[in-house]
Every structure is written in C-alpha cells, then in structure tokens.
C-alpha cells in the first residue's frame, strides 16, 4: 500500500504547483487586466483578488489534509476518528470554496460581459460544480469511515 499512496502525494502535490504558479504568477495580472476592462467599478481587482487568494489558502489547505489521510492510511489508521475528522476538513473547505465562487460569480460576470467572454462564467460554474461534487463525495467517504470505523469498534470489543 505504501507505493500507492505515494503516488497519490505525488499526484497531490503536483495538483498543488500549477495552482501556486498561477496565485503567484497570473492572478496580479488577471485582477489589474479586469479593473482596466471594468473602469466604472476601481475596487473590483481587490474583490477578485481577496476571493481568488483565499480559495487558493483554502484549496491549499485541503490538499494538506489529504496528505494527512495519505499518511494515516499508510499508519494503518484509515478505519479511525482521524481520518473521519480529517474528511470533514476537506468536505468543509469543498464547501467554502464553492461558496466563494458563488459569491465571485456577479465578479466573473462583469469581467466577462466587459470583456465578451462567456467562458469565464463558465469556468467560475464549472469550478463551482466540482467543489459541490468534492464536498459531496468527501461526505459520503466520511460516513463510511464513521460506520466502517464503529463496525471496527465493536468488534475489537467482542474480541
């Protein structure tokens, strides 16, 4: 098991770099390029950028944690309270980030009417969409730890 689950950190932190490249690299831009195309409104590069860098703390923050249930699966620990708490983290910063682009969406949707292009919209949708199927997921996968991890319980205590 160990081999899998360090492709998977690899697999995790390589979702990491392309993300801090682009926070570091083309957000600064991207907010200056949408407050020159939507000039009636100055402070709009400040709304996008806060929202857009706390997505990217909080997406951070996510991939933590599933380092950390990587890590407590090799333990040996998958079937316990850790990994439970550490999918509701990760079902909760799903949440949080679809509710910033939610919140971000009448932003994207300036930018993209200014600029004449919809598929920014889309992309705020899409990734809003995938934050919804993550936190989903990750709350399934908790409740079936919670119950594999009580199932667990009981039998070490019959035993």
Sequence with gaps: M???????????????????ALSIFVLPG???YAAKIVPEFPYIKYFFSIGLYITAVIFFFALYQTLKLLSYIDQGKAFSELSVNVLKKIKYSAIAIGAIYVAELPIIYLIADADDAPGLILIGLIITFASVVISVFAAVLEKLLKHAFEIKSENDLTV
């Design 2 to 20: 160990k081999r899998e689950t360090l492709f998977l950190k690899f697999v995790v932190i390589l979702m990491g770099i392309p993300v801090l």
């Design 30 to 32: 991207f907010a200056e």
